[in-house]
């Protein structure tokens, strides 16, 4: 699985989106970006995936780079329920099982 | 995610006891993984299972085995628990589905003293 890099920590005013970025510049024409993320030692949970097209749910959007090297992550309005560290995960789609978790960005939302 | 529990929550145990952890999904599924997360950093593979009786050794299998005799459950054992094992455990479930996007249990804090 290609590697990620995110950055260790960021805040956020509440009510104002926040913009988590993650560089995969290995990635592969097969993988996939995903998000997850973990609520103070709880377990993870899953945030969104995407291939090539910008992605959008109920909980975030995933804009993803043309060249596929990197992707951000949007909250668009940050609550305080949304402190979490966040993992950008790249893995390959179909019969693929192994979710590789880095240290993660940590986000501080702000009151 | 209440369809995937564990038990115990916290368990607090000694140098050289064996130990089992379980977990059981009632969202049909039928991949199940167990993971470690120690503090700062990320989770890690233990071992992980496809089907009843398959079962599959992740990034970090020695010290732990593991059982699956029914779809619902997979059991963590650790037979000779040392301190360096002291850990926050997940287990997670995911369907057969192309993204098989994994559901997480609540953890179980383990303490080797």
């Known amino acids: 699985d290609a590697k990620t890099t995110q950055p260790t920590s960021m805040d956020c005013a509440e009510g104002r989106a926040a913009n988590l970025p993650c560089n995969h510049s290995?990635?592969?024409?097969?993988?996939?970006v995903y998000w997850y993320r973990q609520i103070h030692s709880q377990g993870p949970q899953y945030i969104i995936h995407?291939?090539?097209n910008n992605e959008t749910n109920e909980m975030a959007s995933l804009i993803i780079t043309e060249d596929r090297k990197s992707s951000t992550l949007i909250l668009p309005h940050a609550t305080l329920r949304d402190t979490a560290v966040y993992y950008c995960?790249?893995?390959?789609?179909?019969?693929?099982?192994?979710?590789?978790f880095g240290a993660g960005t940590t986000v501080t939302v702000r009151a | 995610d209440a369809d995937v529990t564990q038990t115990p929550r916290n368990r607090i145990t000694k140098t050289g006891k064996r130990i089992m952890l379980e977990c059981s999904q009632t969202?049909?599924?039928?991949?199940m993984y167990w993971y470690r997360q120690d503090p700062g950093l990320g989770l890690r593979l233990i071992y992980y299972s496809f089907d009843v009786k398959d079962i599959n050794k992740g990034e970090i299998s020695d010290g732990y085995s593991v059982s699956r005799q029914a779809q619902a459950k997979f059991s963590l054992s650790l037979e000779s628990a040392i301190p360096n094992q002291t850990a926050l455990y997940f287990c997670a479930t995911s369907d057969r589905g192309q993204h098989n996007e994994q559901f997480f249990g609540p953890g179980t804090r383990l303490t080797v003293l």
């Open positions: 290995t990635i592969s024409g097969n993988e996939y």
């Open positions: 969202k049909g599924h039928d991949r």
């Open positions: 995960i790249v893995r390959a789609g179909s019969n693929d099982y192994k979710l590789s």
């Open positions: 995407g291939l090539k």
